[in-house]
């Protein structure tokens, strides 16, 4: 299986405080990988890395087998890996379906927006029941499923998302990752930081445990449970 990502050896830093030691970790061609770790363990700073959006201050970072450490954060865009954003991060004063035309246009071209428009709306259901609604009153979980929709339909190679389940209702979260195994029966794969573990476990082949920075342990999902600390199991 080739690796769609592969940090080796990472070591970050925010100025002078140093937030990684020697990270390596793999994600094979649509493989699901959960990130795991107590607060301020290094998850966000890893998921940043691997996007691109944090340039290791040593060691390497691939995508797809070429060496983009450092690179801007559009090369890791192009080569095929999407973050899928934080929170809410939509433009309030246009409409759903405006929204996604939008993203749709830059990503897909003018040709592409009606293709693009109707995946977007299988994906996302509820969208459709509300494409002419302003994104700025959609609720929370509405507004994130807007977000991985801009993502998702890109069917990226690998999308790192950070906490996509923070905050929403248990309902919602649940419709986000059945969105997520569509996804990756796609072939999509998966980095996913994420404080529900069982949520995590029960999507991922493979668990990454971070400790103060460094890899601590890391497993196949089925042996998580036993081998991961109770507070990172019950921390949601
Ligand atoms: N911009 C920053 N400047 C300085 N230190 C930072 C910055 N961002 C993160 N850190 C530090 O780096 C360490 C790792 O943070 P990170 O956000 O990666 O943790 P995390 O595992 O995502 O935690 P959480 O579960 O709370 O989201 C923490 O000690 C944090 O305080
Ligand atoms: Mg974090």
Known sequence: MSAVLELRGVSAAYGPFRSLFEVSLTVGAGEAVALLGSNGAGKTTTARVASGLLAPSSGTVWVDGADLSGA???RYARAGVAHAPEGRSVFATLSVEDNLRLSFRQSKGRAGVGAALDRAFELFPVLAKRRHQLAGTLSGGEQRMLSMARVMVDAPKLLVADEL??????IVVDQVYDSLQR???AGTALLIVEQHVPHAL??????VLLGHGAVAWHGSASEAPTAIPDKVFHQA
């Open 72 to 74: 801007p954060a559009w």
């Open 165 to 170: 389940s923070l905050g929403l209702a248990p």
């Open 183 to 185: 996804l990756r029966e």
């Open 202 to 207: 029960a999507l991922c082949d493979r668990v």
